[in-house]
Nanobody
Framework: QVQVVESGGGLVQAGGSLRLSCVAS????????MGWYRQAPGKERELVAL???????NYEDSVKGRFTISRDDAKNTVPLQMNSLKPEDTAVYYC??????????????WGQGTQVTVSS
């Protein structure tokens, strides 16, 4: 089994910054993709940022230039630095990790979510 735990959410004023962190643990052999999704009230979950094992990144258009995703493969962590936050960034943010386990099986695991609230 693979566990994913997020941290770092909270309340911040517009224009401020937050740093989310996520750590994956368990029977992990390799991680292909790590990323962050978010879901605002009444809306579907959407991709915020994704990073591959080669370091290739993909960002949702509205966060380009403001958010930065990175990964530390030694620690199985994927931080998300969020700058110039806007009220429309308010959502529950979920960490996603996909890879292979020690049983040579693919896995896709999600964290429990962390609330980010940006006040105007």
């Amino acid at each position: 089994q693979v566990q994913v735990v997020e941290s770092g959410g909270g309340l911040v004023q517009a224009g401020g910054s937050l740093r989310l962190s996520c750590v994956a643990s368990g029977s992990i052999v390799s991680i292909n993709f790590m990323g962050w999704y978010r879901q605002a009230p009444g809306k579907e979950r959407e991709l915020v940022a994704l990073i591959s094992s080669s370091g290739t990144t993909n960002y949702e258009d509205s966060v380009k230039g403001r958010f930065t995703i990175s990964r530390d493969d030694a620690k199985n962590t994927v931080p998300l630095q969020m700058n110039s936050l806007k009220p429309e960034d308010t959502a529950v943010y979920y960490c996603y990790v996909g890879g292979r386990t020690t049983w040579n099986r693919n896995f896709s695991s999600w964290g429990q979510g962390t609330q980010v609230t940006v006040s105007s």
